[in-house]
């Protein structure tokens, strides 16, 4: 089990350190029960401190959760009670799932492109766009894992190739916060 706990523009003790390594291998033995990776961010912003939490499972989950409070002690412990939550959620949603879908040791090779806009006056200067390549793998899930992805990481969009039907689909959240579903069909 590796934790990385870290500051952001800020030197944390050893006291803090150790206080929240302690805490999230006590939660990992308590629900999880296998060495995962974990990563821990701590910054300071005037009188808040922020806590990011991301816990690195199986099969390419990330539980990431985040915290604050005028109290570091109390920001780290606000940010891992969400992770505790998160971390039940993950293992109800998998006790109760009628239907696994078998995942592919091999996955799909895939690039992912993340495009920033540079402040500019002209909108017709054409040199606004930084384009950053990284390379990324598509996994095969299930409808369920695939959304349980999505919710769990915090994230937009999760592009997936669905286990059943072995096409490319795509879950995103839409903005009425309700979730949407593309099945790609040739």
Not at 74 to 87: N, W
């Amino acid at each position: 089990m590796q934790i990385k706990v870290s500051g952001k523009n800020l030197d944390i003790g050893n006291s803090l350190r150790e206080f929240t390594i302690k805490e999230i291998e006590n939660l990992i033995d308590k629900y999880v029960g296998e060495s995962i990776n974990s990563t821990v961010t701590i910054a300071k912003d005037n009188r808040l401190f922020y806590v990011e939490v991301r816990l690195y499972l199986a099969k390419g989950f990330i539980l990431k959760t985040n915290g604050s409070s005028d109290d570091p002690y109390k920001a780290v412990s606000i940010s891992l009670e969400r992770l505790e939550e998160r971390i039940k959620r993950h293992k109800n949603r998998i006790k109760n799932k009628q239907k696994r879908a078998t995942w592919e040791v091999g996955a799909l090779n895939a690039t992912k492109y993340i495009i920033e806009r540079k402040d500019s006056n002209n909108d017709l200067d054409e040199e606004h766009l930084i384009i950053v390549d990284k390379e990324s793998f598509i996994l095969t899930f299930s409808v369920s894992e695939a959304v349980m992805k999505l919710d769990l990481g915090d994230l937009p969009v999760v592009v997936f190739k669905n286990g059943d039907t072995n096409r490319i689909n795509i879950v995103y959240k839409r903005p009425d916060g309700h979730i949407g579903w593309i099945d790609y069909k040739e």
